[in-house]
Structures are given as structure tokens and as C-alpha cells.
């Protein structure tokens, strides 16, 4: 079984598939806990019931659509997860995993597009205010070994790096040196903010440092499309 908050057909807003109208598998529960995280009702305040592989693959057939993106809270966590996958890709699906890259399953899981957002430490929440959860985050978040694992486990991957200041965006720079093995064109950095104006706001200082460093800029094109809501 597992938990799912929601599954949805929309348009993927970010990375490589930028533009792509796909479904959205998004399931419900996280190890981790960004204080910006966009989506508290797969994370912070999990909700959601628990389905079963068959329900899902039953639920996909509404939607004439090939692109999948499983989604979260954090997919890898789930136990069911590479039978999903198997399943998915069986049926002809294009598989996209979305994780933070802390989770490696055992024997890998390969999908078609491996996409890692790796948590920066401007991603952990204060202990004033998540009590436990700040030192778990901060442990559990900085998992590299566990990144180089997943970028060879599907046919393609990205790095994708929330950064909200230019000490992120160096911060980047750092944990790339010690993943030392990528492919360049592999890596974007994406403004964090939940509407327009927080993005383009962001995007004034990103844009000419990415430029001037040669990475790829990543903007959140649905929060510009739809707003930061559900079933988008």
C-alpha cells in the first residue's frame, strides 16, 4: 500500500520536462522537512489514504497521458514503490521520480528520468518551531553518497538546487565539489518562492549568476501558470 495525497493532470513546471503535460502521482509522507516546503499536506500535515498498486495503474487509465512524475512528500520512502514503478513502466509509461535523494531502495529502482533535489541547509526548519524535526532534517538531509547512487539508477537524471540567496547558490557550487562526478548540464538552480513575485524577485540576482557561472536557470513555470495550489 501507499499513502497518496493526491494524482492529477496537469503540465510539468520544472526541469527538463518543462512544458510536458503529464500525470502527477503524488504521494503523501516525508523524512524530511523543508520550512518552505510547498506542499504541508504531503509532508508537514500528511494526508491522504492508502491505495494499492492496482487502484493507482486503475486511476492512471482516466487520463490519455504517457508522462508520469511520482511525486511527494518523499516517493522513495514508500515500500511499494519499485512495484509501482515496474508496473508503470510495463504499461508504457514514461517514469519521472521526484526525491530529495536521502532514500535508496534495495535492488535499485530505474526509471526514465531520475530527479534529484538535493536539500541545501537553508532548507531546515528552526527548533524553535519543528522542535525534534530541526536535527533530524539537518542529519538526514546531506546525502551524497545516496545522490551519485540515484543518478545512475535511471535512463536520465538532474540536480535540482532550491536556493533563495547568493550564499545558497555558493553553497551549490560547494556540494558539487564533493559529488565531483556530474554531468554539467545536468544542474539547475531554481528560485524558491511559492508565487510570481517571489520568483521573479529571485530571479533578478539568480539569472546573472547563473549566466556568469554557466548553470542552468530553472524557474517554477506552474507557480506562473496556475498558482501555488493543488492538482497543478
Known amino acids: 500500500m501507499i499513502r497518496i495525497a493526491e494524482i492529477f493532470h496537469s503540465v510539468q513546471g520544472e526541469g527538463?520536462?518543462?512544458?510536458?503535460?503529464?500525470?502527477?502521482?503524488?504521494?503523501?509522507?516525508?523524512?524530511?522537512?523543508?520550512?518552505?516546503?510547498?506542499?504541508?499536506?504531503?509532508?508537514?500535515?500528511?494526508e491522504g489514504e492508502q491505495w494499492t498498486v492496482d487502484r493507482i495503474l486503475n486511476e492512471l487509465l482516466r487520463f490519455d497521458c504517457k508522462h508520469l512524475v511520482i511525486t511527494g512528500g518523499e516517493p522513495m520512502i514508500a515500500n511499494e514503490l519499485p512495484e509501482l514503478v515496474r508496473c508503470c513502466t510495463r504499461a508504457g509509461y514514461h517514469v519521472t521520480i521526484e526525491t530529495a535523494g536521502t532514500?535508496?531502495?534495495?535492488?535499485?529502482?530505474?526509471?526514465?528520468?531520475?530527479?534529484?533535489?538535493p536539500k541545501l541547509s537553508n532548507s531546515t526548519p528552526d527548533d524553535t518551531t519543528a522542535e525534534s524535526w530541526a536535527a533530524k532534517h539537518q542529519s538526514t538531509r546531506h546525502r551524497p553518497d545516496i545522490v551519485k547512487s540515484l543518478m545512475n539508477c535511471g535512463k536520465n537524471y538532474q540536480l535540482k538546487f532550491v536556493v533563495g540567496s547568493i550564499l545558497d547558490a555558493e553553497e551549490v557550487l560547494e556540494y558539487l565539489r564533493e559529488?565531483?562526478?556530474?554531468?554539467?548540464?545536468?544542474?539547475?538552480?531554481?528560485?524558491?518562492?511559492?508565487?510570481?513575485?517571489?520568483?521573479?524577485?529571485?530571479?533578478?540576482w539568480l539569472v546573472p549568476w547563473c549566466i556568469q557561472r554557466k548553470i542552468r536557470y530553472c524557474d517554477r513555470a506552474h507557480i506562473h501558470w496556475f498558482g501555488n495550489r493543488r492538482g497543478t
Open 16 to 46: 527538463q520536462l518543462t512544458g510536458v503535460p503529464s500525470v502527477f502521482i503524488r504521494t503523501s509522507g516525508c523524512n524530511l522537512r523543508c520550512w518552505f516546503c510547498d506542499t504541508p499536506y504531503a509532508s508537514w500535515n500528511p
Open 103 to 117: 532514500v535508496m531502495h534495495d535492488p535499485p529502482i530505474h526509471c526514465d528520468l531520475m530527479s534529484i533535489s
Open 179 to 204: 559529488l565531483k562526478e556530474y554531468d554539467h548540464d545536468r544542474v539547475m538552480l531554481m528560485p524558491r518562492g511559492v508565487t510570481s513575485q517571489e520568483l521573479r524577485m529571485q530571479s533578478n
